[in-house]
């Protein structure tokens, strides 16, 4: 391979150069020097700056002779001296690198007030119950969008979410010539003008290089997204909410997002148009980085529930927190595309995780803190799309106290609106002893 004759240079983002060109990824901004500036005219066939963008490492396991420049999980910054002939397939694609774009921010976030009633909630994230449907998931042989046991994945999704309480349904899909199914799961909030808070995985795994009736596990790809779908519908269920809910677990993602493409273009426009928030996870379960990350990915569209879902994770997580509006190869992906309000949380540095879509993607590499603090931030920020119903303590309407030597009189509007009347012989202290406030 070789990188061509393109200068550049990788700095923390605090120095970067004014006028230069330049590229932010996360702490790190790659700056270059303009091809027409070092050699002239004949410069357009100079070679550029390309930017990958790739699911798991599978740019770098079809083309290992490819150096990157920069390699910043999910993306990575070639020569385009090297760029292949292809400029895209379903995990990698391959765009110009535009100057002065933020690939991968690091907001700078301040956390938000505690609520006491998101912190309960997000205490409950149960690991054991995450721990048990992850595990009965990736224990099927293969949940390929063609499979029985892709099926059988999605009854028991099934199963468990209509205990819940939730209202399911399944549509059929098209993937290639075949046919595979979502499940769509729904419960309504008890609000007026209520809107729509859409929970989105892909329950489908696949074997690249082994074909359909290969092994494909799937736990991380996307067992951690689908069980997590699961975990958040059980928290949600033990509540009251204003707007509406609904699960999704979308088939035929791995072949090209047949799946989440049909539901968006079947989805009735009084509906996009009441979509407040859509939350996509997939592969939440792999720790790739020194400290624990998650990538927020959308687009300017989803903007607001971008930065919702980093406060909450600042307020209740010790995650780290990268953002892109670069968004790729996954469910929230349609939805961006028609409008809609979509954020995908995945794993930080999901490139260095090379056992997706193989028989290697096993139990084994999830790191368990790393997705109930994933969970706990996709908690805190449903729970406020979603909005509680508070239900207020009956108190009294109000009150008025007579008080004379030796003897007091209470007169209350009670919540029933009839006057209530206690007199006491005693002192102060006995509306005291009742619970009453003495002011003086
Ligand atoms: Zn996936």
């Not at 468990?160 to 046919?179: D, E, N, P, S, W």
């Not at 069980?227 to 519908?233: I, N, S």
């Amino acid at each position: 391979m070789s990188t061509g004759p393109v200068r550049y240079l990788v700095v923390p983002t605090v120095d970067a150069a004014r006028g230069a060109r330049s590229a932010r990824f996360g702490e790190k901004t790659l700056l270059w020097v303009p091809a027409e500036q070092r050699l002239g005219r004949a410069s357009r066939t100079a070679p550029g700056l390309l930017l990958v963008t790739q699911v798991g490492g599978s740019f770098q396991a079809e083309y290992p002779d490819v150096t990157p420049l920069l390699d910043h999980g999910r993306y990575l910054v070639i020569s385009s001296a090297d760029r292949p002939r292809r400029r895209s397939n379903h995990c990698w694609r391959i765009e110009h690198l535009k100057p002065g774009t933020t690939v991968v921010d690091v907001p700078r976030l301040t956390p938000a007030r505690t609520d006491a009633t998101v912190a309960d909630l997000v205490s409950q994230v149960d690991l054991p119950s995450y721990q048990t449907d992850l595990t009965w998931l990736a224990g099927l042989p293969t949940r390929h969008s063609l499979s029985a046991t892709f099926t059988q994945a999605m009854d028991y999704a099934d199963h468990k979410l209509v205990a819940l309480g939730y209202q399911t349904a399944r549509t059929q899909i098209t993937v290639g010539a075949g046919h595979s199914a979502n499940l769509i799961a729904d419960r309504a909030g008890t609000g007026t003008n209520r809107e729509l808070v859409i929970i989105t995985a892909h329950l489908d795994s696949i074997n690249l290089a082994g074909g359909p009736a290969a092994n494909a596990p799937g736990a991380d790809d996307n067992g951690s997204g689908s069980a997590g779908v699961l975990e958040l519908a059980r928290l949600l269920a033990t509540r009251s909410w204003q707007h509406d809910t609904r699960l999704i677990l979308f088939g035929g993602e791995e072949e090209g997002l047949f799946g989440s493409k049909q539901y968006v273009a079947a989805l009735p426009p009084a509906d996009r148009a009441r979509v407040r928030a859509v939350l996509n996870m997939d592969m939440i379960g792999t720790k790739n980085t020194a400290t624990p990350t998650v990538l927020l990915e959308g687009a300017p569209v989803s903007q607001a529930q971008l930065t919702t879902l980093a406060t909450a994770a600042a307020t209740y997580t010790g995650l780290t927190v990268e953002t892109s509006l670069n968004p790729f190869a996954s469910d929230h992906v349609p939805f961006i595309d028609a409008g809609i309000p979509a954020v995908l949380t995945i794993e930080g540095g999901d490139s260095a995780n090379h056992h997706i879509h193989s028989a290697n993607d096993t139990l084994n590499f999830i790191d368990w803190s790393l997705t109930a603090d994933i969970l706990r931030m996709n908690t805190a920020a449903l729970a406020g799309w979603l909005e509680p119903v508070v239900r207020s303590r009956p108190r009294p309407a109000g009150s008025v106290v007579a008080s004379a030597p030796g003897r007091i009189d209470v007169f209350a509007v009670g919540m029933d609106s009839a006057l209530h009347h206690q007199a006491f012989d005693g002192t102060w202290k006995d509306v005291e002893s009742l619970g009453g406030v003495v002011l003086s």
